[in-house]
């Protein structure tokens, strides 16, 4: 069965970093683009970073680009999100996903930027 396992979420204050992992398994990882979500409360996910199956192409929310780095691993079946300069208005929580003939997510990792 198709499992993502997010990791790394925390506290952390504004300007401040964290990297978040999630770890894939039950499909074959480098057929298909990965991406992350992040929701806030009461408000529907919205896409934050995608990454293609090589990992050549990425693409970025406007609220992140330049911020955000999102890469991944096809051997170890891994994605990334690299997050710096973090923000208030970045507390949410994050969710790993990838689609094929639906959506499949994690179970997300809570992040909080707070003084």
């Known amino acids: 069965q198709v499992q993502l396992v997010e990791s790394g979420g925390g506290l952390v204050q504004p300007g401040g970093s964290l990297s978040l992992s999630c770890a894939a398994s039950?499909?074959?990882?480098?057929?298909?683009?990965m991406n992350w979500y992040r929701q806030f409360p009461g408000k529907e996910r919205e896409l934050v970073a995608t990454?293609?199956?090589?990992?050549?192409?990425?693409g970025y929310a406007d609220s992140v680009k330049g911020r955000f780095t999102i890469s991944r691993d096809n051997v170890k079946n891994t994605v990334n999100l690299q997050m710096n300069s973090l923000k208030p208005e970045d507390t949410a929580m994050y969710y790993c996903?990838?689609?094929?003939?639906?959506?499949?997510w994690g179970q997300g990792t809570q992040v909080t930027v707070s003084s």
């Open positions: 996903n990838t689609k094929f003939g639906r959506d499949y």
């Open positions: 039950g499909f074959i990882f480098s057929a298909y683009a």
């Open positions: 990454i293609s199956r090589t990992g050549r192409t990425t």
